[in-house]
């Protein structure tokens, strides 16, 4: 196991410079995501428009994997619909519990090293459960703020 | 000082991490054992596993004797003036909910208030919550100031005529901070409430004297003092106990049952239903004539000045900010600090890799956090088999943790 595996250049920098981060003053969706246990909080925001996620947002503190894998997802979500949205949400936690990657061309990829290190996969599968515990009761017409944790076991 | 061959005592100690030297600094969370411990419980097992307080035979005269044996050696190890006022129990969370249950439902009414500090770890909240909601009390919390002292002044507007128990630290597990218990049990007293000391992070760390103190009951745990985990202890002043309802119900705990109601034992017994963990409550002797070995002075002093230099050394990397007392005197060996630009579980991992085993978290004590604007922060802990090199090893590992962390952000100098 060496550091390198867990804190690949683009994590870092996904890290230290967030992309799509704040808040979202029109969101259609907004999720709170929190691991107490670990001090990781995220709160993250979608806009909509004609069932197609238009912008993503997030803020929050917590680790750089959990930071970084939010930062990255953001980017990943623009202008797909929300069905594509939770299909990808899928393959990022099936990535993430040993699977192969379905995100080899993206700065996602570099999350598959931190596999390596158990205790932190559910840093990394933060923002995607809360995502898709958000589009979920979207989609059951509770658009509410609501809370997703991956402290418990999914 | 404490002198360094007392590692070799810790086989834990002596194993590799990661291909590095093992550098321990989690005590606050679990002590590592002694052999000498782990020894006796496997002689325990081997020589006279028994059921206490039941046999007639040989075996179980000679465990209920060494069980008894190891009540006398905790009630000495604190002052109680009877070993009768030590209840076994599982460990300090046990011993507060013991009390919340019993002495608090059957004296805390509609309107009472019980006055806690912003400095608790979970298990001296929690109970107390419960049975706050259950009679319809209320929940006060002394405050505690930017040095990590409490705000004593404040005191004197909390205590009221309504207060009628003060539940806290002695030494907080996030902080260090030492509290003035003398002084504000001898306040809690005259304005009539009683005192609960949680001791799980000091009776481990230096002496304490139940009658010095003054106070009422006094929670601790073996696992944080060379002892097993499991085991634990509630000091309470004999009226006290006798006063209070029995706990959980069973065996062991009653005089006579009958179809429609019992008679309990006296204290200690009334408390202790079913089989007791015996094994870890006698080895739990072991464990403090191995620590008396050094006396509590001795290891209070060797933390003091473990704790002064790691001060020191911590506020020479930069970008790392360390919380609780400055002073050495108000605090002991558990460290919580940040270091800006890296999350605790970071800083955790990183120092993982290099051998050293640091907590990374809200250490239970979620209220203390907010009160300093943290969802986490890392903790190194200290006890008797630490070493300055330990530290040097830490402050080390800070400067990877910098090094990784500090080029891609904007670190302000502190």
């Not at chain 2, 073996?222 to 006798?242: E, F, I, N, S, V």
């Not at chain 2, 008396?292 to 990397?317: D, K, S």
Request: hydrophobic share 40%; proline share 5%.
């Amino acid at each position: 196991m060496a550091l390198d595996d867990l804190y690949r250049e683009v994590i870092l920098d996904h890290y230290a410079h967030p992309r799509n981060r704040g808040h979202l003053a029109d969101a259609h969706i907004t999720v709170e995501g929190a691991n107490p246990l670990c001090g990781d909080e995220l709160s993250i925001y979608v806009r909509l428009e004609d069932g197609v996620i238009q912008d993503v947002h997030f803020e929050g503190r917590g680790c750089s994997i959990s930071q970084a894998s939010a930062s990255m997802m953001t980017e990943e979500m623009r202008g797909k619909t929300l069905a594509e949205a939770r299909g990808l949400v899928e393959s990022f936690k099936a990535m993430m519990h040993g699977q192969a990657s379905a995100f080899d061309e993206t700065d996602l990829a570099a999350l598959q090293g931190v596999r390596k290190f158990p205790v932190r996969v559910k840093c990394a599968t933060l923002a995607w459960v809360a995502l898709a515990q958000g589009i979920d009761e979207f989609q059951q017409g509770k658009p509410a703020a609501v809370r997703a944790t991956t402290e418990a076991p999914e | 000082m404490i002198p360094e061959r007392v590692r070799e005592d810790f086989p834990i100690l002596q194993q590799r991490m990661h291909d590095k030297p093992l550098v321990y600094l989690d005590s606050a969370a679990t002590s590592q054992k002694p052999r000498i411990v782990l020894e006796a419980l496997t002689r325990y097992y081997e020589e006279y596993n028994a059921n206490v307080h039941r046999g007639i035979y040989f075996l179980a005269e000679k465990a209920t004797q060494a069980y008894e044996d190891a009540r006398v050696r905790v009630a000495r190890f604190i002052n109680a003036p009877r070993p009768e006022e030590i209840v076994f129990t599982r460990g300090t969370t046990e011993a507060i909910n013991l009390v919340a249950y019993t002495w608090g439902r059957a004296n805390i009414r509609a309107g009472d208030e019980i006055l806690l500090t912003e400095m608790e770890h979970h298990s001296n909240i929690v109970p107390w919550q419960l049975l706050a909601a259950e009679q319809g009390a209320r929940l006060r919390y002394l405050p505690f100031d930017g040095a990590g002292r409490l705000a004593l002044e404040e005191l004197d507007t909390l205590l009221t005529e309504r207060t009628k128990l003060v539940a806290l630290t002695h030494q907080s597990n996030v902080l260090g901070t030492i509290t003035p218990v003398e002084e504000i049990t001898r306040r809690a007293h005259a304005a009539g409430a009683l005192v609960l000391v949680d001791g799980a992070q000091s009776v481990p760390h230096m002496p304490v004297d139940v009658q010095a103190l003054g106070c009422d009951f006094l929670a601790f745990s073996a696992h944080k003092m060379c002892g097993p985990t499991g085991a634990g202890a509630l000091w309470a002043r004999y009226d006290l106990l006798d006063a209070m309802p029995p706990f959980h119900g069973g065996g062991e705990m009653i005089m006579l049952v009958q179809l429609d109601s019992s008679t309990y034992k006296d204290p200690p017994y009334k408390f202790e239903a079913g089989t007791p963990n015996i094994a870890d409550c006698i080895v739990w002797a072991t464990a403090i004539d191995y620590l008396e070995g050094f006396g509590l002075a001795a290891i209070r002093e060797h933390e003091r000045q473990l704790t002064r230099y790691a001060l020191a050394q911590l506020r020479e990397v930069r970008g790392v900010r360390v919380y609780g007392p400055e002073d050495v005197e108000q605090r002991g060996g558990a460290i919580a600090f940040d270091v800006q630009g890296a999350h605790p579980h970071d800083v955790a991992q990183v120092l993982d890799q290099e051998g050293i085993a640091v907590r990374a978290g809200h250490h239970c004590a979620q209220p203390l956090h907010r009160r300093l604007g943290l969802s986490a922060s890392t903790r190194a802990s200290l006890y008797l088999y630490n070493t300055p090199g330990d530290i040097d090893t830490l402050t080390r590992g800070l400067e990877v943790v910098r090094r990784l962390f500090t080029p891609r952000t904007a670190v302000r100098d502190r």
